[in-house]
């Protein structure tokens, strides 16, 4: 009997993934009928059945879905999902008031991707009805004047910012966000363009979601014109590290000061507006905004929204002014890591190979061995799948070299790592957990730092909280829990695309009120090291060599 409908759910399965939706609805029929209580077993009846048109009988599927939950790693299980199947179903069943109510709910419970709602045809006959415009909320903007259309856009994202929110806004917060909203409406005439994004960027720091935004499009000059050399915060200040090849001359050179403004003002100024999840997290995203010159205009730090007046300390000691043209945004200025194609980049002109940490940073994962450490340095720059060696597979063959070679010790880099898909993590994270050699003090270590960002920051508080691991580096850039999530919604009157996270990530237990991952052992970036291709991460770790106590 056991051995049946477990048998059954895998068959219903199969013909649900190839899109046999008879014989997948029939199946799911005999598993609902033997387990009532599987909330995922009744969503997957209610999809199949609503691919064949039996509303009715999808309806009651949904509602149960609904009603006892579901989590089976698809979109379609979230219930703002589930509630809107509901409303669609009461919609192709002639039951207006009913698909008005469901759709209702599907809002309130954080419905994404808003936009398909205007063109569903599932949905065709609620658009004349006074309630839809209301529910939805997505502005018509045809006609509308340039102040109009802003005022619009603004509604839509205060309306979004609320709605998707997984934990509503505390009653200080929301009249703080409600009041800076109404300023800026009533300062809507008087922005130019790049002010308006500024301030609604501004007006999403609120929020505390380092994933809000509103993304800067790179075919807008106005708004995305970027300096042609990369900035890099450390211990000791700005520093340029790397330039296009016209401006090799800047590479290494500390920046003093912008248009004459101390650097210091003009990045604190700047840094008013740029959302963030903590202070070491904005350490990482500052220097790219410095080299955005319409924005730093817009702000009041630059005269020209094209150029710049830099005053540096090169490498030479000599203290100067440069002034630089900004360029076109594209993937020449903006792409590439640690530098943009074609550039050169500080570490490749010292005269010694890189550190270990940038010898590959442009590759999602990697692992070198060293043997006259006894170590394995594993590097994670990204949670994704390469397609020709997925992420399991990569872990896998990485933990078959160490069992084969006998490796004692392992690094876990995950410094460079802004994040993907948090549940690519999990086989690192078990195998880290069952390899009894490794998981020790003084065997394990897990570098993070300020670009170790979403599912890069899960990942790394999870080996923390189930590792022996020593963490090391300088503090992450988000917290162990955490509100993030990247699902894009238009504005429509500007056609920017604005994000506003609706998931809250709670990878350590519900007391941890820390603001970041902190390393064990502290090392921050600093020039001194950078200059001479040294990681001194890298080099502590090699140096230990004590059985440490119990972590």
Known sequence: MIADVLRTVAWANARTQVREWAEAADLWD??????????????????????L?????ALKAYENALRLGVWDGRAASRPGEIAYRIACCHARLGETESALDALTVAFDSRLRQIERVLADPHLRSLREHSRFAEIVGIPDVEGLSRDEGRRADLKLLVREAKRRAPQALSPETARRFDADAERLSERVPELTKAQFVIEMWRLLRVLDDGHARVMLPDDDEDLSRLLPVQFYLFAEGLFITAT???????LGARVLGFDGRDTADVAATAGEIITRDNDFGHLELLPDWL?????????????DPGKVKLTVTLASGERTDVALAAVPPGPVAREGFPAPPGWTFLPDTLGRPR?????????????????????????????VDVPQEPLEAFIERVFAFIEDNTVGRLVVDLRLNRGGNMFLAMPLLHRLIATGRINRPGKLFLVVGRKTFSAAQIAGTLIARHTHAIVLGEPSGSRPNFTGETTPFSLP???????????????????????????????????????????????????????????
């Open 355 to 383: 550190p270990l940490y940038l010898r590959n940073a442009g590759a999602f994962y990697w692992f070198e061995h060293l043997p006259g450490h006894d170590l394995v340095y594993l590097q994670f720059n990204g949670m």
């Open 53 to 57: 048109g039996h509303y009715a009988e």
């Open 493 to 551: 009157h500007s056609g920017l695309m604005a994000n506003v996270s609706d998931l809250h990530w709670q990878s350590s237990v519900a007391l941890d009120t820390r603001t970041a991952l902190a390393p064990d052992l502290y090392l921050p970036p600093t020039f001194a090291a950078y200059r001479e291709n040294r990681d001194p991460v890298l080099e502590a770790i090699v140096d230990l060599r004590e059985h440490l106590p119990a972590w």
């Open 244 to 250: 296009d090849p016209a401006h090799d001359e800047l």
């Open 291 to 303: 080299r955005k010159t319409p924005i730093l205009h817009a702000l009041g730090l630059i005269e």
């Open 30 to 51: 005999r598993v609902v009928a033997a387990n009532p209580v599987h909330g995922g077993h009744w969503s997957q009846l209610g999809e199949a059945r609503f691919e």
